[in-house]
């Protein structure tokens, strides 16, 4: 008797996506290869919100929500997508990237640029790329903080891998490029695609995710350790103020300034006053300054800057105490950290709103959640909330019934589970 080869268990939107492409794309081209779809996850934080372009630490995981591509591999240059979340079709040329960049990004639309953007970067690290028709179908919110955009991006060096035939190849051991190497190039991409100069957070959680497991990373040396996350009686819930705001681009790049600016002023203060201590000449970033010099040598720094260094140091701090809590098994140990870490990214980083703050009162009045805070860059999006699984009702409850009435909006509720990292597949 043959053995039957089971069909490998891909997630529901690639799935979509491989019923859609037939449909989408009946144009008699003659393809150079089979049907195949790849995808990647979006991500939640734990905690460690706005250290990574300070050379911090965060604690991640990915999400059992993903962004796929099913398709199949051309004769030629030419990529062809159509995105079902936007119901939009472009057309890019990989003729001439990494040069052909600018002028084909100002063409085409958002999410467009950033897979673009991806190919780009590809392009530039010598990768050599074939052409390819897609559809594109994802089940990550889009502009939530769940970061959709990584989702994509890292779904797009996998879909060129697939479609590569065979000339490049990601994963540990004797592949290409490494998960984190297409971490770092998925971060590019992000940067010229979006002008955001974004940290390296959203694409590493991405690259990494693990079943049942958060993973702690270290932003400079990129070194990074899995963490247990799977407590079967607590539940991760997710809640979306459904506010999405412009400014966020803006303040986010003025975030990284200031931060920049606030180690910079903290270096030149500590040299001047322990000129003798050979350590403080290397102080590069937040990262390098401890507790103990920024309570002596803080004050000095002009007040926005002194909030935002205060922020990042002690949320460095609280990175490392919940990864030591997961790894004792002690996750309900880890709410007040969530707690703290929201009240300092809405009084010190000043990246909230209104609408996360409501929503984190109002977690608070709830017997059974554990911790919540805001999630992502800010101003808008989503909060997490670490809650016991008897208390997701009495949660839901009171946001349907106090959300809308305190704030004029509707919020959305979704459970979400420490998950894989990207993955493919061939169908025939
Ligand atoms: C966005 C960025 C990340 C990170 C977070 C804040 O998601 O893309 O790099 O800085 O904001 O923690």
């Not at 939107?13 to 144009?27: E, I, N, S, Y």
């Not at 994963?171 to 010229?192: D, F, N, Y």
Request: aromatic share 8%; with cysteine; glycine share 10%.
């Amino acid at each position: 008797m043959t053995e039957m080869t089971p069909m490998p268990q891909i997630p529901d939107p690639a799935a979509v996506a491989l019923d859609w492409f037939p449909r989408v794309f009946q144009d008699d081209v003659v393809y150079a290869g089979n049907i195949g779809a790849a995808w990647a996850p979006g991500r939640v934080n734990l905690i460690g919100e706005h250290t990574d372009y300070n050379d911090g630490f965060v604690l991640p995981m990915a999400i059992d929500r993903v962004v796929a591509f099913a398709g199949r591999a051309r004769h030629d240059t030419i990529v062809r997508l159509w995105s079902n979340h936007f119901s939009e079709y472009i057309q890019l040329s990989l003729d001439g990237l990494p040069g052909t960049f600018e002028s084909q990004r100002n063409g085409l639309p958002g999410w467009a640029r950033y897979v673009l953007g991806v190919m780009t970067e590809l392009a530039r690290a010598g990768v050599q790329l074939s052409g390819f028709d897609a559809v594109i179908h994802g089940d990550v919110p889009v502009g939530s903080g769940m970061s959709s955009s990584a989702a994509i991006e890292v779904a797009t060096a996998q879909t060129c891998m697939l479609f590569s035939q065979g000339r490049f190849s990601i994963g540990t051991g004797e592949a290409t490029l490494q998960p984190m190497q297409v971490a770092a190039l998925c971060q590019r991409a992000e940067h010229i695609a979006s002008g955001v100069r974004s940290g390296i957070l959203d694409q590493a959680a991405s690259c990494l995710g693990r079943p049942g497991k958060a993973v702690l990373l270290d932003c400079r040396s990129l070194d990074y350790r899995y963490l247990p996350f799977d407590a079967p009686e607590i539940s991760l819930m997710v809640i979306d103020t459904s506010v999405r705001r412009e400014l966020a681009t803006s303040a986010y790049n003025e975030r990284r300034r200031q931060c920049e600016e606030a180690a910079e002023t903290l270096r030149e203060i500590i040299t001047r006053h322990e000129p003798e201590n050979q350590s403080t000449y290397t102080i590069k970033a937040l990262r390098d300054i401890t507790q103990e010099q920024f309570e002596r040598y803080g004050p000095q720094l002009p007040e926005v800057l002194h909030k935002r260094a205060g922020y990042v140091i002690a949320e460095n701090a609280r990175v490392l105490e919940t990864a030591r809590l997961l790894e004792i098994g002690a996750l309900e140990r880890v709410g007040t950290l969530l707690w703290n870490s929201h009240a300092g990214l809405r009084d010190d980083y000043e990246v909230s709103c209104v609408e996360l703050d409501t929503l984190v009162e109002i977690a608070r009045q709830v017997p059974g959640v554990l911790g919540a805070r805001m999630l992502g860059g800010g101003f808008g999006g989503c909060t997490i909330n670490l809650v016991r699984n008897k208390a997701i009702e009495t949660l839901s409850k009171a946001v349907e019934e106090q959300y809308p009435a305190r704030t004029g909006l509707q919020a959305s509720i979704d459970i979400c589970r420490a998950a894989g990292g990207p993955g493919s597949t061939w169908v025939s």
